[in-house]
C-alpha cells in the first residue's frame, strides 16, 4: 500500500515571498491533516479535512496561511508571505476517519521549509 | 502550561539498559493516548497505544494513569535501533485530534 507522499521534500525561499505544499494522502483516508514541527518540538495541527470540509483550524494562521482540498483527495497548503518563523517541517497524514474514534494516523515524509 | 509535558532528554543508555520515559498531559477528558517515535529528519511513526489497564508489546510497555494524568513508556533491552525521538501523544476526543508533546530523546551507546 502506496504511503502518504509530499512534494516538494526542501524548499528554501526568501522572506515575503510564497510557497506551496502538495500531499496525496492513502488512498480511502477520508481525514487529512496538516502539521507544523519547528526544531525541537512535536508537531502542531494546523488544518484538519474530513473529506473535502475543513473540521478544525483553530491553529492555522489564517492571515497568511492557506489549505484546500477541493475533491476530497489530495491537499495543498499555502503560505503568502512567508515569514522567519515558519521554518519548520510541515508534515501531512491521513487516516481513515476522524470522528469521536481514535484511528491511527500515517505521515508522509514531510516538506522542510528554510526562510531566509 | 504546555498541554502534553515530557522530558526532553536526551537519555544516554547503554545497550541492554532498561530505560523509562514519562509525559504527563493537562486536560482531563482526553480520550485515548499513544506513543510515536520519530527517528531523526523523518516523519512520526505510531509505537504503541496505551491502556489504562498497562500494555506491552515486546521490549516496550506503557502505561496509563488517569488519576495522576500520567503516561509512561518502558524500554527493556535497549537496542541501538532504538535511538529516536519517542513522543507523547494525547487525543483530546472530537474528530481524532492529536496533541503532541516535544519528545525524549534517547541515545543507546554499543
Sequence with gaps: EAGVAQSPRYKIIEKRQSVAFWCNPISGHATLYWYQQILGQGPKLLIQFQNNGVVDDSQLPKDRFSAERL?????????QPAKLEDSAVYLCASSPVGRTSSYEQYFGPGTRLTVT | RKEVEQDPGPFNVPEGATVAF???????????????RQDCRKEPKLLMSVYSSGNEDGRFTAQLNRASQYISLLIRDSKLSDSATYLCVVNTGGYNKLIFGAGTRLAVHP
Excluded at chain 1, 475533491?71 to 503560505?79: A, C, H, Q, R
Excluded at chain 2, 514519562?22 to 510515536?36: E, G, I, M, P, V
Design chain 1, 71 to 79: 475533491k476530497g483527495v489530495d491537499s495543498t497548503l499555502k503560505i
Design chain 2, 22 to 36: 514519562n509525559c504527563t498531559y493537562s486536560n482531563s477528558a482526553s480520550q485515548s493516548f499513544f506513543w510515536y
